[in-house]
């Protein structure tokens, strides 16, 4: 038996048939059962298998992870559930684009700390800057609180994507 603890983090993958339905029956059991999802992805990995993968970021207890493992593993379109958080080492990345509206010093220091987090310069305009960044969750999190008092008005976020490192596949 699982020890129950306190709710923490977990990324999970999901290989599922792609087909019509699969994403709406993964989410419905999420929903049903009042698990929250912190982050959702979803493409086709190998077209010719017509497979997808989806990424969900949730809080869970470790006992509650192994239920929505066992849950999702009893759906028809699932082939395999992995905790990525847990089961392997992984990298977990994450693309945000990032709107500061600013002028004078703000300007400048917007673009001094974008540097510094080694985001892109993907559009701009006298009044704004939008940043492409790309990494962890956390180092996106952090971009996000410094551009706040310097202007920010817009963020939009990709959710989550991890892989095994190494060798190890899915």
Do not use: W
Not at 126 to 134: A, G, K, Q
Request: net charge negative; aromatic share 4%.
């Amino acid at each position: 038996m699982i020890e129950d603890k306190p709710a923490e983090r977990r990324c999970i993958a999901i290989l599922v048939d792609n087909e019509a339905g699969a994403l709406a029956r993964v989410i419905g059991l999420f929903s049903g059962r009042g698990y929250n999802i912190d982050s959702l992805t979803v493409a086709e990995v190998d077209p010719e298998k017509h497979t997808s993968r989806i990424t969900i970021v949730t809080q869970a207890t470790p006992m509650i992870v192994e239920q929505i493992k066992a849950q999702l593993n009893r759906l028809v379109p699932v082939q395999s559930v992995v905790d990525m958080t847990t089961e392997y080492e992984s990298v977990e990345r994450e693309l945000a684009l990032v709107k500061v509206c600013c002028t004078g010093e703000k300007r400048v220091e917007s673009l001094r700390l974008s540097e510094v987090f080694r985001a892109h310069v993907v559009d701009t305009t006298h009044e704004s800057f939008v940043f492409e960044l790309t990494g962890a969750p956390s180092k996106l999190d952090a971009f996000v609180n410094l551009m706040r008092p310097l202007g920010l008005v817009d963020v939009s976020r990709t959710g989550v994507v991890a892989i095994a490192r190494g060798s190890e596949i899915m």
